[in-house]
């Protein structure tokens, strides 16, 4: 709602206006009934135009409408005439619009042609409404003319205000700036006709905050005006920006926004210890590492400008004590960067540094960005082990034949605790498990407690350990190294068993080998070998040894022609002696052997009865003959290995056959040799004879064990029978297979077919065809074997206890 003396220049405003429309639609009118001399009307084509020099006989004349906005008045604004001049006012022509708002925003009066606005316009919604004009005869609705189109146009008043369409606004300035460092730019809208009067022109102007900013009348860009903006003491500034329509003249509209500018940081601060001195303390045994404290250096700045880091000035400090920074906190470490003493010094005074990684060099001026403070470290003292001196170990030297109890060296360790406190030492026997050392626990002497050889062992170490006599849990441990020095105590050898051949057509004075020697020893200036042929081969003919003075000698031929038929080896001795002292010497033996070689000097062989192998045959072709030899050895061995396998699986077969086949009778028979009657399958079964149960007389199983005409007795008469007879048939065949020599050497079945002395039927067996009354003589059967004394104990006479067979 705008205040009152607005709302009465706004009146006049519109009085104005009306007075203006109503001038202008009178010359309209007064036009129109003029006759039509030049200038084309709105809408006119071009053939009109041509003719424009002539009376028309009809035609439409008329200007642009105009109608002020926000009319307010109770009866319909009228808006303008429309007219022809075929009209002359007798009522036979009828006015009609369309279009836009026609009948409903705009009417027109059927017989002058008046047209009124019945609504309140508003040109900020629509400026303009364009409209279609006809001339019909009243009784016919017929046209008399071609309609023709007319805009109607709003007219403008301010009646809008400027608005900040992207407020409130929020921007940004680094703190210290200068004056007139642009911040930001805002822009405020007005709904009015910028083309018409002052009532969309807008400035702007600061109404709250104007101390620290300015605002540019006409861009609305907004700036520093101070050069002092510090954000650690105010971060943010609240400003009301005005924007005034109409040029900024009495009676302009106008609107505001909130503008809210954040100052940013800069490196203007530098850190700050909040103490000049910080306190810690630190036991004397602490590890390496091991934090003392932490201490921080505060900065006003804020984000990356903060981050600082950390160092120790003075030398004594930056020896024992070490400083990180915390990358989280910003917090300074201590740790311990080397082991503290209480006995050496009790306090340490460190001085800590801290300095901005980002340093601006625009604000050097301001003085350094840096800051120092004093951390105080107290050494706490406690029992420590003793302290071996050196520290980091010591190295002996021994004679390798050094007697047994020389002293070797001593170490000292000492209690830093107590002047002259005893100590005692030891050796860690898992260091000396020979016990080849020994060390007197109250002087520190090692002595040697075995014998030492150098080329067995050339160093020995040992950890020796000390231990406070008044607390044995306070113990230390120092290296002690034993370096065993050479005596030349072992005499120089041939490097290797050598071996030489020479062709049988060697030259004399042709070098064939060159020799050299080891020596286990190492004495210190170095080895020197000479070398001689061994007193035995003084008067050698056949070779010559030459010592070349670098610690190797060759063998020269001293003869030619040599013969591998007449002597294919030659042994020759060589004498090598060291330089000591003392000078040791050793003999070592030089195989020659005579070879045979062609006549490029290859040698061919080297046996007295070797013959040369065809030179065509390749190294390849051998190895493929070699490995053919080989393939038929192994498929012979294969084949006799499977022949021997089917044979022992013949000789198993045939001894189960000897001893398992069992053979069953239950009445009588053609005899063993009659085999046709009997299923031969049952005759070779292991497990088919149930075996017969003594006991009751009422089984079933049991009976189908027995001979059938036992089973009919039995079952004749219902008692038992007697098998008495059976069983001492039975003992004492088993006694005579037992004492028979010629049996087989393992358990065998036999079964008989008897049927006991009171068979009611007559033996068809042929072995009762003897009788006492026979001529017949059999005693020759015991003449042919062991096989046939069973059939010889038949037919013998004077065996009664045998009638029964």
């Known amino acids: ?66 109608v002020v906005e926000e009319y307010t008045g109770t009866e319909p604004l009228y ?20 279009g836009e708002g026609a009948g409903t925003i705009f009417i027109i009066d ?36 071609s309609e023709s189109e007319f805009v109607i ?16 606004y929020i921007g940004s300035v680094g703190e210290l700036s200068q004056i007139g460092t642009s911040v930001m730019k805002v822009t405020a809208s007005d709904a009015d006709d910028p083309t018409y009067g002052s009532s969309a022109r807008v400035v702007y102007s600061v109404l709250d905050g104007e101390r620290f900013f300015t605002v540019d009348r006409q861009t609305g860009l907004i700036r520093t005006a101070v050069a002092d903006l510090d954000r650690e003491k105010q971060d943010r500034y609240e400003l009301v920006v005005k924007a005034t329509d109409m040029a900024g003249q009495m009676g302009g509209l106008s609107g505001s926004t909130t503008v809210t500018i954040v100052i940013t940081d800069v490196n203007d601060n530098p850190p700050r210890f909040p103490q000049k001195m910080y306190q810690f303390s630190m036991s004397e045994g602490a590890a390496v590492g091991t934090p003392v404290g932490r201490v921080i250096a505060t900065d006003a700045d804020m984000g990356e400008n903060t981050d600082m880091s950390y160092l120790i000035k003075d030398e004594e400090g930056g020896e024992l004590f070490k400083v990180t920074t915390d990358s989280d906190t910003q917090e300074a470490i201590i740790t311990i960067k080397k082991a503290l003493d209480f006995e050496s010094k009790r306090t340490h005074n460190v001085v800590v540094e801290a300095v901005n990684k980002h340093v601006d060099p625009r604000f050097s001026e301001l003085g350094s960005f840096r800051d120092q403070t004093i951390v105080r470290v107290s050494v706490n003292d406690i029992d420590e082990p003793p302290v071996f001196h050196p520290a980091e170990g010591t190295i002996l030297e021994v004679q390798e034949d050094a007697r047994l109890g020389a002293v070797v060296g001593t170490v000292t360790a000492k209690d830093p605790d107590m002047e002259n406190a005893p100590v005692r030492y030891s050796i860690d026997q898992s260091t000396d498990q020979e016990q080849i050392f020994h060390i007197d626990p109250v002087s520190g002497a090692i002595t040697l407690g075995n014998i030492l050889d150098r080329e067995t062992a050339g160093w020995h170490n040992i950890t020796v350990m000390a231990v406070e006599a008044d607390n044995v849990s306070q113990i230390s441990h120092s290296s002690v190294s034993i370096r065993i020095l050479d005596v030349n105590d072992n005499p120089p050898e041939l490097a290797t068993p050598y071996e030489a051949s020479i062709c049988e057509d060697a030259k004399p004075g042709q070098l ?10 190492e004495p210190q200036l170095g080895h020197r070998y000479y070398f001689t042929l061994a007193p035995e081969a003084t008067n050698n003919r056949h070779f010559t040894l030459w010592d070349v003075k670098d610690n190797t000698a060759g063998i020269r031929t001293q003869r030619s022609g040599f013969n591998r038929h007449e002597q294919n080896v030659y042994l020759l001795p060589i004498l090598v002696v060291d330089s000591g002292p003392p000078a040791l010497s050793s003999t070592g033996t030089l195989t020659i052997h005579v070879c045979g070689c062609d006549p490029e000097g290859t040698i061919q062989s080297c046996n007295a009865t ?71 399958s049952t005759l070779r079964n292991l497990f088919d004879f149930p075996e017969a149960k003594g006991g009751s007389s009422e089984s079933g199983p049991e009976l189908r064990t027995l001979p059938q005409w036992i089973q009919g007795q039995m079952s004749g008469d219902g008692e038992a029978a007697d098998f008495s007879l059976f069983k001492g048939y039975i003992r004492k065949k088993v006694e005579q297979t037992d004492g028979d020599l010629s049996v087989p050497p393992y358990d065998s079945f036999q079964t008989y077919a008897f049927e006991g002395n009171s068979s009611p039927a007559l033996s068809l067996s042929s072995i009762h065809t ?17 096989r046939f004394r069973q059939l010889a104990g038949y037919y013998a006479p004077g065996h009664p206890e045998e009638d029964g067979s």
């Open 110 to 145: 059927e017989l002058t042609g008046d047209i009124h606005a019945t609504e309140r316009l508003d040109r900020e919604e629509q400026s303009y409404y364009t409209l279609r004009a006809q001339a019909r005869d009243r009784l016919t609705n017929h046209l008399l003319e």
């Open 79 to 98: 808006v303008g005439k429309i007219h022809t001049d075929s009209d002359e006012g007798e009522g036979n022509i009828k006015y009609t619009i369309s």
């Open 610 to 680: 070797a013959y040369a192998i065809s030179t065509s045959l390749s190294p390849g072709a051998l190895i493929a003959l070699l490995v053919c030899m080989l393939i038929l050895i192994v498929l012979v061995l294969l084949i006799l290995t499977l022949k021997r396998h089917r044979k022992g699986q013949s000789m198993s077969e045939d001894e189960e056959d000897m001893r398992d086949n069992v053979i069953k009778y239950n009445d009588e028979g053609g005899g063993e040799q009659d085999t046709q009657a009997y299923d031969m």
């Open 153 to 168: 146009k709003v007219q403008d008043i301010n009646d809008s205000e400027p608005k900040f369409l992207e407020g409130p």
């Open 770 to 786: 003897l009788s006492t009354t026979s001529d017949q003589d059999f005693s020759y059967l015991s003449d042919w074997g062991p």
């Open 512 to 521: 064939i080998h060159s020799i050299s020697v080891v020596d286990r020893d």
């Open 1 to 66: 709602i705008r205040p009152t003396p607005f709302n009465a220049i706004l009146v006049l405003e519109i009085v104005v206006l009306l007075v203006a429309l109503w001038l202008l639609h009178c010359c309209s009118c007064g036009w129109s009934e003029t006759t039509r001399t030049n200038g084309v009307a709105k809408g006119e084509t071009k053939e009109q135009e041509l003719m424009s020099h002539e009376r028309v006989k009809r035609g439409w004349v008329w200007n642009q409408f105009f």
